[in-house]
Structure formats: structure tokens, C-alpha cells
């Protein structure tokens, strides 16, 4: 038994409408001002002091390698999780 | 006169009048009483009030001091937003029931003795359960049951924690209790699986999600964050709290990037935050105690935001589930990018509130010299960003177009939305109001140029992270499945394992009976054998060979004298 909820969609005038989004070059673009962004954070490590406790902390980049990789290996951990941890969507329910 | 009163009663005693009103009359009566609250506590002064003597034990009633006056503020700007949220919501059962359960909560902040705690400690339980059961589906009704059980043994454990330190100390005073106290660990315990603790957590990832789209944001608010809240009255500088925070941070982020139902990632992500706030209170500085609060201020109101945006989701297309959604960013703009607002805040970005308050008990993890759980609260951290920054907002309005067109969210879950993601702007841009309403003085800056960019580095990094395992593929897609976590033990292994003992049970106890009958049947044969119709001991003998045995036995014995 679920519960009902308003199902109201808007009127389909903007189903023909096409956003910047759609387009895949858009995407590209966006993602390639992601890397030139993190090139620059990165590199801006050189121009400032850091105020930090620990010594790897003041490894040149280190808190942007470290967030990629970890990220990384968190997403394909995970991944794998999905193996051994993954069941039907009504397996309670059975 | 109103100063005098005490703060949770205002609304539970207040939610008796809820049935009685209708629509908008009763919505708007809902939205006064937090607000009457707000009023009353910006008239306290800091003491006590409302002293009584039960069993002996000196009672306080009402505590006031920063602490509680922290968590009493913005567990009513927690309700207000909630209620705003529900403003179209007229079922009465639902509002008055989120009505005691904030009173409850509140009760419970000011509650300056353990026996006031738990009284109001049992009703919010209770009020929560009532709140999950409020959506009235099958799967609520079992989810707020096993709610319920979990619930009961937090009260158990407390009850009998407060009656063990009551003996030793002869005091029910709430204040620090500590490890070594007697009853101590109880104590803990029962705040821990309030709080999520690491395997005593399920109960916060099965019954949220299983709220209605109102209630979730009421529940996302008040029984974790009271539950830190009497972690950092009780238990401040509890080293053990600084491993359980760290793990709580880690290990709900797995679970949450292969979540497909976005209101349980949301949960997930909860348990989360709460190891920064656990980890906070274990190390126990001014400083981190000053972090886990102030987070947990942030938190409520980031937290709410992003459940707001999720129940207008599963409000307007019936779903929250990552894999139905995709592409509402075209019609539901204004939920998108409240959306990505608490994304922002939840993730710490500057300028956002997550920033300024998770940042000063990552400082104090550091300072204190703690290497590894620095390391994990900066993975988790990436983490955190990854799916509730990204996963959330990109799942449900970006992604691959579901073709759902529908309806921007209604105007008062945007109102509540809007206001909730003003607050979580205004705390990030100008954080010093929240820093004056702290426990310890703050002679903290969160904006240095080494704090902005190493910050924007991490995120930004884990950002690019994303889209290249999005780009090549890599990043597991959205499906529906169940994603077994440590629930399986008591809604799986345990029901399969009760029933196994029962089967045997009753194998056993049929080849027992089976073996008695057989061993009853065979006596009885015996029996029959000799008592039976032809039995020797039933056969009948004539009067007259007794009379013969009884003369021969006399001549025997008169033989016998002489």
C-alpha cells in the first residue's frame, strides 16, 4: 500500500524547449572549467602561507590530491560494496 | 509570568487545542506556539526553576544556561520551518503529534535533573514513532514499530543508568556524568542509540525515510541533535566518543553513494554529520565543544533544508527514489537551487554554515594531535560532498531527463525552504550571532586565506572527482534495490534464526512426545498385561481359597510360637 500524492505536472508547453543543459557540449564545457578551476586552486598553493598543524598538510596540493583520490576510491569501494551488499528492492518485504 | 513556565509544556500542552481548529486557522495556530516559545526564551536569564523533591531526589525542572538556550533556540526555529513546510498538511494527528514531539525535545534541553530528562526523553520516543506512523503506509507502520522497540531499550538503558549514579551519588543532577561514574555506560548507551551511534544506527536510515514528506523534516531535527546535546552535558571529553564520531563519519558515506532512495542517502549523510559532532564533544576542548554545537546549529537547519527539498521531490512526482527522478531542474528550479543551498551548507563550502562551525572541530581534532581521525574527518568531508552536494541535487533535478515535468513546489515549502536557505547563507557570511549565543567564548576565524582555499581545494577536487567517474562511466549507477546494512541482523538473520530454533523446537518436541507416548504405550501394555482381563493380578478367586490361605497362614504362625 503506498500513499497517493499530487501528481501535477505542468503544462507540457515547454516539453519542445531545450536548455543549455541538453546540449552535451554544454556539459563538456562545464566539466573542463571544473579542471582549469582545480588547476588554479592547486596551483594557488604556491602563493600563500598555510596555517596548518600537521606537516603533510603543507605538502604542496595536498588537500586537493586528497580529496580526488580519496573520492575516488570511495566511489569504486563502493561500487564493489554493491556487490555484497545489494538485494532486491522488496527483499524485507518478501 | 512567562519566563516561569516551563518551555517544552508550551507546545505540548498546546497541541491538545489542534484538533479542535480547522485549515488554515489550525496551521497558523501550529506556527504561533513555537514562536510564543522563541519570545519566552529570549526573556530567560540564565538559573533554574520549577525545584521538586520525588523519591527523595532533589528535581529541577527548568535548566538555563547558554547550552540549553543554544539547543532551545534552534529547536524552535526547527519547528517553525517544519511547521511552515506543513502549512498545507491538515491532518490534525500529524500536527499535534509534531507539536508534543518538539515540545518533548525541548523539555528534554532544559531538563536539569536525569528523571525530568527521561520523562521527556520516553515522550519524544514515543511522539517520533507516533510522527513515522503519521504517513500511514504499511512500510511506516513496521518502520515506526521497530522504531519503537529500539526506542524503549534507550529509555531502559537510561532509566536504569540514572537509578545506578543516583545511588552512587546520591544526586539525579544532569550534568557531566562521565565513563567512570556508576551507570555511566548505561547512560551513554542510551544517548548513543539516540545518537546513531556505529550498529545501534539502523533505526534513524529505516524509519525516516518512511515518514510522510512533512514529517521527515520534523524528525531530521530533534531526537539525534538532543541526544548530542546530552552527549556534550554528560560525556564532554569522553575519549572513546572521538573513535565512535570518527567511524560514524566514514562508514555511512559507503552506503550512501549506492542508496538509491534519496531521503535514506539524506539519513545516511545525518549519521554522518553526527560523527563530526560526536567527535567534537569526545575531544572536549572549549573549542570543540564549541564546533559540535555550533555544528549542530548549522546542521538542523541545512539538514531540514535538504529533507524540505527532498518531500517537495517526493510531494510533487510520488518518488524520491534516484532512479525514478532526473531532469526537474526545468520545472522545479527554485527547489533546485534550495537544494543546492543546503548541498553547499551540509558540504562546508564557504560562505555556506557548514563552514563555519564544522571547520572549528576539525581545528580542535588537530590541535588535540589526533592524526588519524584528522584524516578520516578530512575524508569524510570529501564524502560528504560527494552525495549530499552532489549526489542529491544532480540525482534529482540534473542527471539523465525523467521526463517528469512537474509542478514547481507549493509557496509555503518554498517559504520555508527560502527562509531555511537564508539562514544557511546568513550563518556562513556573518557567523558571529551564533558565535555569541556558544557556551565558551569563540576566539575563532574561520575565513583565512589557508582555511578558504585548502577548503575550496578538497571540495573542488572531489567535485572533479565525480565528474570523471560520471564521464568514463565509472560512477555505479542509480538502481532500485535494498542495500543491506545492519538491519539485516534483526529484520533478517534474527526473524531466520527465531524461526529455526522454533522449527527444531518443535521437531525435537514431537520425537520427544512421540518417544514418551511410545514409552507410556508400552507400560500400559504391561500393565495390561497383568491387571488387564486376563492379568494375573486381576483375576477373580473364590471366597472360600482366601479363607483356606488365611487358616493355613494361622497354622503357620501358631507353629511357629510354640
Known amino acids: 500500500m503506498t500513499k497517493a500524492y499530487p501528481n501535477d505536472h505542468a503544462p507540457e508547453k515547454d516539453g519542445d524547449k531545450r536548455y543549455w543543459l541538453d546540449n552535451m557540449r554544454n556539459v563538456y564545457k562545464l566539466f573542463w572549467a571544473l579542471v582549469v578551476l582545480c588547476g588554479l586552486l592547486l596551483f594557488s598553493d604556491a602563493f600563500y602561507k598555510k596555517h596548518v598543524v600537521f606537516e603533510f598538510e603543507h605538502w604542496f596540493g595536498f588537500f586537493g590530491l586528497f580529496g580526488f583520490f580519496v573520492s575516488f576510491a570511495l566511489v569504486l569501494t563502493a561500487r564493489e560494496l554493491r556487490k555484497i551488499l545489494m538485494r532486491g528492492e522488496d527483499y524485507y518485504d518478501r | 509570568?512567562?519566563?516561569?513556565?516551563?518551555?517544552?509544556?508550551?507546545?505540548?500542552?498546546?497541541?491538545?487545542?489542534?484538533?479542535?481548529?480547522?485549515?488554515?486557522?489550525?496551521?497558523?495556530?501550529?506556527?504561533?506556539?513555537?514562536?510564543?516559545?522563541?519570545?519566552?526564551?529570549?526573556?530567560?536569564?540564565?538559573?533554574?526553576?520549577?525545584?521538586?523533591?520525588?523519591?527523595?531526589?532533589?528535581?529541577?525542572?527548568?535548566?538555563?544556561?547558554?547550552?540549553?538556550?543554544?539547543?532551545?533556540?534552534?529547536?524552535?526555529?526547527?519547528?517553525?520551518?517544519?511547521?511552515?513546510?506543513?502549512?498545507?498538511?491538515?491532518?490534525?494527528?500529524?500536527?499535534?503529534?509534531?507539536?508534543?514531539?518538539?515540545?518533548?525535545?525541548?523539555?528534554?534541553?532544559?531538563?536539569?535533573?536525569?528523571?525530568?530528562?527521561?520523562?521527556?526523553?520516553?515522550?519524544?520516543?514515543?511522539?517520533?514513532?507516533?510522527?513515522?506512523?503519521?504517513?500511514?503506509?504499511?512500510?511506516?507502520?513496521?518502520?515506526?514499530?521497530?522504531?519503537?522497540?529500539?526506542?524503549?531499550?534507550?529509555?531502559?538503558?537510561?532509566?536504569?543508568?540514572?537509578?545506578?549514579?543516583?545511588?552512587?551519588?546520591?544526586?539525579?543532577?544532569?550534568?557531566?556524568?562521565?565513563?567512570?561514574?556508576?551507570?555511566?555506560?548505561?547512560?551513554?548507551?542510551?544517548?548513543?542509540?539516540?545518537?546513531?551511534?556505529?550498529?545501534?544506527?539502523?533505526?534513524?536510515?529505516?524509519?525516516?525515510?518512511?515518514?510522510?514528506?512533512?514529517?521527515?523534516?520534523?524528525?531530521?531535527?530533534?531526537?539525534?541533535?538532543?541526544?548530542?546535546?546530552?552527549?556534550?552535558?554528560?560525556?564532554?571529553?569522553?575519549?572513546?566518543?572521538?573513535?565512535?564520531?570518527?567511524?560514524?563519519t566514514a562508514f555511512p558515506i559507503f552506503y550512501a553513494v549506492i542508496e538509491n532512495d534519496l531521503r535514506r542517502v539524506l539519513a545516511y549523510s545525518l549519521n554522518n554529520q553526527l560523527g563530526f559532532m560526536v567527535a567534537g564533544v569526545g575531544i572536549g576542548s572549549t573549542l570543540a565543544i564549541n564546533g559540535a554545537v555550533s555544528h549542530a546549529f548549522a546542521h538542523i537547519i541545512y539538514k531540514a533544508l535538504l529533507f524540505m527539498t527532498m518531500g517537495a521531490v517526493l510531494f510533487r512526482t510520488g518518488t524520491a527514489k534516484g532512479s525514478e527522478l532526473g531532469g526537474l531542474y526545468k520545472t522545479m528550479p527554485w527547489t533546485t537551487g534550495f537544494c543546492i543551498v543546503g548541498g553547499a551548507s551540509i558540504s562546508a563550502f564557504p560562505l555556506f554554515s557548514g563552514f563555519v562551525t564544522k571547520s572549528m572541530i576539525l581545528t580542535a581534532v588537530a590541535e588535540e594531535g589526533y592524526v588519524i581521525p584528522f584524516l578520516v574527518l578530512l575524508f569524510a568531508s570529501a564524502g560528504v560532498f560527494h552525495h549530499s552536494g552532489i549526489k542529491i541535487p544532480f540525482f534529482a533535478f540534473f542527471a539523465h531527463d525523467s521526463g517528469k515535468r512537474p509542478k514547481e513546489a507549493p509557496f509555503n515549502m518554498l517559504l520555508a525552504m527560502g527562509l531555511a536557505a537564508f539562514l544557511c547563507i546568513a550563518i556562513g557570511v556573518y557567523p558571529e550571532p551564533l558565535y555569541a549565543l556558544l557556551p565558551f567564548p569563540v576566539d575563532y576565524a574561520p575565513y583565512t586565506t589557508s582555511h578558504v582555499v585548502t577548503t575550496l581545494q578538497l571540495l573542488v577536487f572531489s567535485g572533479l572527482a565525480f565528474a570523471t567517474l560520471q564521464r568514463t562511466g565509472l560512477y555505479p549507477p542509480e538502481l532500485r534495490s535494498t542495500v543491506l546494512d545492519f538491519d539485516f541482523s534483526y529484520r533478517w538473520l534474527a526473524p531466520r534464526i527465531i524461526g529455526w530454533i522454533m522449527a527444531a523446537g518443535g521437531r525435537a518436541w514431537t520425537a520427544m512426545t512421540r518417544g514418551v507416548l511410545l514409552l507410556l504405550r508400552r507400560l500400559i501394555g504391561r500393565i495390561f498385561r497383568t491387571h488387564g482381563p486376563h492379568g494375573i493380578l486381576s483375576r477373580t478367586w473364590p471366597t472360600g481359597s482366601m479363607a483356606l490361605w488365611g487358616a493355613a497362614l494361622l497354622a503357620l504362625s501358631l507353629l511357629f510360637y510354640y
Open chain 2, 1 to 248: 509570568m512567562i519566563a516561569e513556565f516551563p518551555p517544552g509544556l508550551l507546545l505540548i500542552g498546546g497541541a491538545v487545542l489542534v484538533p479542535f481548529l480547522r485549515g488554515n486557522l489550525r496551521s497558523a495556530y501550529t506556527l504561533l506556539l513555537p514562536l510564543l516559545g522563541i519570545l519566552q526564551l529570549t526573556a530567560f536569564e540564565p538559573g533554574s526553576f520549577g525545584s521538586m523533591a520525588t523519591f527523595g531526589f532533589e528535581q529541577t525542572h527548568v535548566r538555563i544556561d547558554k547550552l540549553s538556550l543554544l539547543f532551545g533556540y534552534i529547536f524552535y526555529i526547527a519547528a517553525v520551518l517544519g511547521v511552515l513546510f506543513a502549512w498545507h498538511n491538515d491532518d490534525p494527528f500529524e500536527k499535534s503529534t509534531a507539536l508534543v514531539y518538539v515540545g518533548a525535545a525541548i523539555g528534554a534541553t532544559f531538563a536539569g535533573d536525569l528523571i525530568t530528562l527521561f520523562f521527556y526523553w520516553e515522550l519524544a520516543a514515543i511522539a517520533a514513532v507516533f510522527l513515522i506512523w503519521a504517513a500511514r503506509t504499511d512500510r511506516s507502520f513496521h518502520a515506526g514499530f521497530r522504531c519503537l522497540l529500539i526506542y524503549m531499550v534507550s529509555g531502559v538503558l537510561l532509566l536504569s543508568g540514572a537509578a545506578l549514579h543516583a545511588n552512587a551519588t546520591g544526586s539525579v543532577a544532569f550534568n557531566n556524568i562521565g565513563l567512570e561514574s556508576p551507570g555511566g555506560v548505561f547512560i551513554l548507551l542510551a544517548f548513543g542509540i539516540k545518537c546513531a551511534f556505529p550498529l545501534l544506527h539502523n533505526w534513524l536510515q529505516d524509519g525516516y525515510p518512511e515518514a510522510s514528506v512533512t514529517g521527515t523534516v520534523f524528525l531530521s531535527a530533534f531526537t539525534t541533535k538532543l541526544a548530542v546535546y546530552a552527549l556534550a552535558r554528560g560525556f564532554a571529553g569522553t575519549e572513546v566518543l572521538i573513535w565512535i564520531g570518527v567511524a560514524m
